[in-house]
């Protein structure tokens, strides 16, 4: 039996679709590695079949978070993509532990399996005219753009990322991000530059020295708004991954809805369905 009533397990049988998404499957994955990265973030590698490797930038997974003698979270977890390779047949989610479910993730080892269902949700687009993008996140937020940093270098695109974090030992992903081409910024908590301010500025100048034409955030409800002011005095397009709790994660439970600007009002849209990505101006 699917260990959720809200899809299907992938025994080479017909996977479940929904509208204009592609196929979501249901595999128990082997862990290849499992490793932190940090103090606070792990970093998992699984060996996954052809069938969930057909991904795209933007997308996630739901995963089935173990039951241990200390932690037994209920509902599964969706989690950004962090890397997805065909070739080498491997899926990686980087991620933070907080709660019991990525508690209770980062007590797997190498070798055991883990339940992951998708992929699921609509993908970054990255438009014809979007020629010299800026990628700015923070934190577990790299996660997500990861995998539109590689696309951006094979479409020859001149990239610009900003990686955000408390600390300077907590920032993460930065070679990753220059071995596809991107010029990294790093700013932090302690050292005083990752605030709206010293950011709206290096923005500012971004723009005016490189001629910066799109925007593609994760996560931050801060950093969301702050590029929405940026963007809208430049008119600069971009769009933006969400973050928000899941119950189903198909769209079938609504517990993800969140508000979004429309030419005739609010409406409320699911995260998991109709995102994770939004064009930025339309969140609210």
């Given amino acids: 039996m ?4 809200c899809v299907v397990p992938d025994t080479t049988s017909a996977p479940l679709t929904l509208g204009r998404q592609r196929s979501i499957h249901e595999v128990e994955a082997r862990i290849k590695s499992h490793d932190w990265v940090n103090g606070q973030y792990r970093l998992i590698v699984l060996a996954a079949p052809d069938t969930v490797l057909d991904c795209r930038p ?3 997974f739901h995963l089935l978070c173990p039951q ?3 932690f037994q979270p209920y509902f599964r977890r969706p989690m950004s993509i962090y890397s997805y390779d065909r070739e080498k047949g491997e899926l990686a989610f980087l991620y933070k532990v907080a709660g019991a479910g990525t508690s209770a993730m980062a007590e797997l080892e190498t070798g055991d399996t883990l339940n992951i269902v998708g992929p699921i949700g609509q993908a970054f687009e990255i438009k014809p005219e979007w020629q010299r993008p800026l990628l700015l996140a923070r934190g577990v937020g790299l996660a ?3 995998p539109l940093a590689r696309e951006c270098a ?3 695109r001149s990239l610009t990322v900003i990686c955000s974090a408390r600390s300077p030992e907590l920032l993460m992903s930065t070679e990753l991000f220059r071995h596809y081409g991107a010029e990294v910024i790093t700013v932090t908590d302690a050292e005083g530059n990752s605030g ?4 709206t500025g290096l923005i500012e100048g971004l723009i005016a020295s490189r001629g910066i034409d799109a925007f593609f955030t994760c996560g931050s409800a801060r950093l969301t708004r702050m590029l929405q002011d940026i963007g809208s005095r430049h008119g600069i397009g971009g769009q933006v991954a969400l973050e928000q709790h899941m119950a189903c994660g198909i769209g079938m439970c609504h517990a ?3 508000p979004f600007r429309r030419a005739d009002g609010a ?3 699911r995260v998991c369905r109709e995102g994770p990505v939004f064009d930025l101006q339309e969140a609210m």
Avoid: H, I, K, Y
């Fill in 2 to 5: 699917p260990a959720s009533p």
């Fill in 58 to 60: 933007g997308q996630f």
């Fill in 68 to 70: 241990t003698d200390r």
């Fill in 144 to 146: 997500t753009l990861a």
């Fill in 154 to 156: 094979s479409l020859g």
């Fill in 196 to 199: 709206v301010e010293s950011l």
């Fill in 256 to 258: 993800c809805v969140w």
């Fill in 267 to 269: 409406v409320n849209l």
